[in-house]
């Protein structure tokens, strides 16, 4: 087997996917204090760096020659082996349109150009921190709920819909509601449970978009969800037996 390329294999392994040289430098030389990093340039390098060198997460810049991000977002998410990869897109397009696009497309979290590293670094280190299994995991890795099943391992979830494949953000999301089900959460108490966000910082759309993204897997009537409820001015549950 080749060396892979982010040598070691104690540290998580991050690739970052961005055209601009000069940016994607300082990023990596940013991030190595903690990560493995591997710098790519296009899409489809990134496809073919992540199949060869499974990273842990992605920096996934959008305006791309070729593939753009949006389009290899949605290729990592149709390919089972790469489908449970978090992707975290690093890009100028900060309109709200392009932010509800790249998480339509899968993405875990959007960050803006011109942006801080270390505010990078952060958002990293929260989404690792939510993939990262315990020492010691239960015997069961199936969590159920009325007809709603999840299976810990595989990050599937079984409904009246049938099987899907959760992105590791919507397992979160859903894993979280479902272990605390009957209680309702706003959208900025989820960005904080599940996203790991400070209070009053991140945006509802990411929640609102996540949600819209798991009816679309779960419920057989998205437009008339009957598992993910919203409850009005108070924000999101699922109800228990």
Not at 114 to 129: C, M, S
Request: net charge neutral; hydrophobic share 40%.
């Amino acid at each position: 087997m080749g060396k892979s390329l982010y040598g070691e294999q104690a540290m998580p392994r991050v690739l970052v996917v961005d055209d601009d040289q000069e940016v994607a430098k300082s990023i990596e030389n940013f991030l190595r204090r903690l990560y493995h990093v591997a710098v790519v340039h296009s899409g489809i390098a990134a496809l073919k760096s992540a199949r060869n060198h499974r990273p842990n997460l992605m920096v996934l810049d959008v305006v791309m020659p070729g593939m753009d991000g949006f389009d290899t977002c949605k290729e990592f998410r149709a390919d089972p082996a790469l489908a449970d990869i978090p992707i975290l897109f690093l890009t100028a397009l900060g309109r709200d349109e392009d932010r509800i696009k790249g998480l339509k497309a899968g993405a875990d979290d959007y960050l803006t150009k011109p942006f801080n590293l270390e505010e990078l670094q952060l958002r990293i280190h929260a989404i690792l921190r939510r993939i990262t299994p315990p020492n010691t995991q239960p015997a069961d890795n199936f969590v159920k709920l009325n007809k709603l099943t999840l299976d810990r391992q595989n990050y599937t979830a079984y409904s009246p819909k049938g099987e899907a494949l959760l992105t590791p953000i919507e397992f979160e999301l859903l894993y979280h509601l479902m272990t605390h089900s009957n209680e309702v959460f706003t959208s900025d108490k989820l960005l904080q449970e599940v996203w790991d966000y400070p209070a009053d910082t991140g945006s509802p759309d990411l929640v609102r978009m996540h949600i819209k993204n798991l009816r679309n897997k779960i419920e057989k009537d998205p437009r008339n969800p009957q598992i993910l409820i919203t409850i009005p001015r108070r924000g999101y549950t699922i109800a228990g037996k």
